[in-house]
């Protein structure tokens, strides 16, 4: 879109408007609807914002090496108490609880607290008994060792 543009229409409108066309706009109940809507979300949810931060939450890493597959998830301000970690094929479940750390009205928030709940897709299945799991300086660690499949030839008839 052409910035210019735009600015030359927004003054042509101002001339004909008794009113700032741009005054609360944005403030208006429809456009909150409007906008819940194209990110679909129900009305009665949370802003977009943090929806939109949850569903990458927490943020992982997924390295594969020779022998295992590891996985790294930040849960920085979580403990482990709280922290529920499933497994189904090759889908791993990652869910949590946790309160805030210090109460009062913050005025930068970057880090997300609370409740969250992601499914991660892993590269290779595996046995839930055979991942093993630990936690460490706000680090979940997930390891499971590599099922070397063997590949046969197949005739074809």
Known sequence: MDIDKLMQWMDLA???QKTDFWDGVFDHPSFSQFMKEQMNMDPSTEPP??????????????????????VLANLA???????????????LLLSGVSKPIIT???????RFQ??????????????PNKVHAKFENG????SYKRKKIHQKRVNIE
């Open 77 to 91: 301000g979580y403990i482990k108490e709280n922290l529920h970690v499933s497994l189904s094929g090759t889908k």
């Open 104 to 110: 009062g009205q913050p005025a930068v928030q970057e």
């Open 139 to 142: 680090l979940l660690i997930l």
């Open 114 to 127: 609370g409740d969250f709940k992601r499914i991660i897709e892993l590269p290779e299945p595996t046995d």
């Open 14 to 16: 101002k001339k004909y």
């Open 49 to 70: 914002e943090k929806a939109v931060q949850e569903k990458n939450f927490p943020p992982i890493d997924i390295y594969i090496t020779d022998k295992e597959v590891i």
